[in-house]
């Protein structure tokens, strides 16, 4: 089980340290990483796994989220299903 | 393997283009809540809904909140509540009320079925029911209201035309207070669906399992922003495109329906394919049709864009989920479409072009504002209009017409939040009393004998 992370703000130092360690905090396994910096804007589209997570996906999203805001981004997270069913016959 | 352009095509539709689930609907049978004593029966029906639906709320948002999609509303439907009163012999008004406190105490903005079906004539406790219609939403604040006068199997039941024209003027008498709130919870109906997840028509047919999930999607604005990458398109190629949109909104619908179904423990029904407007900006289906190339909604060619829009939504999404019912396809909701109350507002959309367009959209007039003057008897008459052309297109229509009493054309009424606002739209003057006074049944279309 998966779930797709998504992050995208103005570049800082220490941006994909902080969102891992947070997952890390979860237990959420960061399987992938895709991020580019385009002129001063930041994105990056995490895959974590989440199948053995300490505590639930909600209290998982809002504290990523809650992290984001802290830190003028826009953080994202959702399970990997929505994706799949939408793009994939 | 997810690509990066599909993880944020879908964070788009959602974010800004308003892409959501309007309803999660459970339906619940009520049919073994039948006692002669009516205590014992809202008794049964209380504590069937509160026991069925008593995690539909928190599983909505659980969901909502695991694939970052809103659900905007979680709903109940019930079997018709003339079906299960009519063994009481008496006023069901008591059923209402349950069914507004069970609404409330699961937590879910409404619940559909205070209904009866007279497609053919009145069985016993179809007309108390009617009659009690104004009374049970007057003093309820969640319970919906629908009743099918027609089919293209049976005709229309010309006298229960006439007695809706009454019952929805009363229903707006009874809430002038509130906007005359009344008359938007009530639907009449030709060729009702049995699983319907929309309010306010919604309610559980006897043909349906004990209870069952059904999901309604959305997504006028994901439609709308699909077709603007394409303005130079000929009309096939945004045929095309809005299969494409439709398809995966409709995926959507179906992963939320199933998981639904999975953790409530109930079956899963049918995803209902609709493209249903909010007044929020961009989520507007007139602006879709505006967007195909209309100056304005309501114009010449309405009804054509209309039903391209129609047809395209329900083959994308046909092939994206298992079962497919409801009333799927594009609402035409006046006053719950910002697009549709400008193009009202400007004279552009009138009450004849919108009759038009019902013969091609998935149901028919919809929260429209008429003159407080307006006799029972022309309400009637615009009842039996639309169910011919339901009756005769083999589809689903029906009217939702709200008289503001007090209230002329070029004022409106206002009841906020996903209701939105309606200026009032002038009507005809002459009289079809004659013709609405006659009663009877309007016999079914010879191609109503396929057998």
Known sequence: ?89 | MINVYDILETIRMIQDECLDIRTITMGISLLDCIDSDIDVACKKVYDKITTKAAHLVQVGEQIEREYGIPIINKRISVTPIAIVSAACKCSPVKFAKTMDEAAKAVGVNLIGGYSALVPKGFSAGDIELIKSIPEALACTERVCSSVNIGSTKTGINLDACKMMGQIVRECAERTVDNACFGAAKLVVFCNAVEDNPFMAGAFHGVGEPDCMINVGVSGPGVVRAALRKYPDADITKISDVIKEISYKITRVGQLVGVTASERLGVPFGIVDLSLAPTPAVGDSVAHILEEIGLEKCGTHGTTACLALLNDAVKKGGVMACSRIGGLSGAFIPVSEDAGMIDAAKSGALCIEKLEAMTAVCSVGLDMICIPGDTPADTISAIIADEAAIGMVNSKTTAVRVIPAIGKKVGEELDWGGLFGCGPVMPLKKESPSKFINRGGQIPAPLHSLKN
Do not use: P, R
């Open chain 1, 1 to 89: 089980m998966k779930a797709v992370v998504t992050v995208i703000g103005k570049d800082a130092v220490g941006i994909l340290a902080k969102v891992s360690t947070k997952c890390a905090e979860y237990n959420a396994n960061v399987i992938e990483v895709t991020q580019s910096v385009m002129q001063e804007m930041f994105a990056m589209i995490m895959m974590v796994d989440i199948s053995k997570l300490n505590s639930d996906f909600a209290a998982m999203a809002e504290s990523l989220e809650k992290l984001g805001e802290e830190n003028g981004l826009k953080v994202t997270v959702m399970h990997e299903n929505i994706f799949n069913c939408m793009h994939h016959i």
